[in-house]
């Protein structure tokens, strides 16, 4: 893992099951939806606001997507094409303002 990520390095993944016994946490990567987050906002809202469904990546018409955690955690981040912003070096200042205003409303409505 060392190999892939760093501490601090924001991921998304799949929690495959926990150990009581020492605490070590077994976490699944197994498509392109999981990964290392980069160029993107996290916002924390209400664990209660975010309802449980089969998938929690929503990808909205202005092309801003989110990814949607149980514990109240909320990822946005820019997808154009089908394809997440990864490889991208930087975002243009119109994806950055899709961003806020999505980030703005969702701080709004907690």
């Known amino acids: 893992m060392r190999a892939f990520f760093t501490e601090n390095d924001l991921i998304s993944a799949e929690v495959h099951s926990v150990k009581s016994s020492n605490g070590t946490v077994n976490l699944h990567t197994r498509n392109l939806n999981y990964g290392q987050l980069k160029y993107g906002l996290l916002v924390k809202v209400d664990h ?5 469904q089969k998938s929690h990546f929503v990808t909205l018409k202005s092309g801003v997507s989110l ?22 070096m930087a975002l243009t200042a119109e994806e950055r303002l899709k961003m806020a205003r999505v980030r703005n409303i969702i701080v709004l409505l907690n």
């Open 48 to 52: 209660k606001l975010i309802k449980s």
């Open 67 to 88: 990814i949607m955690a149980k514990n109240g955690f909320l990822w946005i981040y820019f997808k154009e094409g089908g394809s997440d912003n990864s490889s991208k």
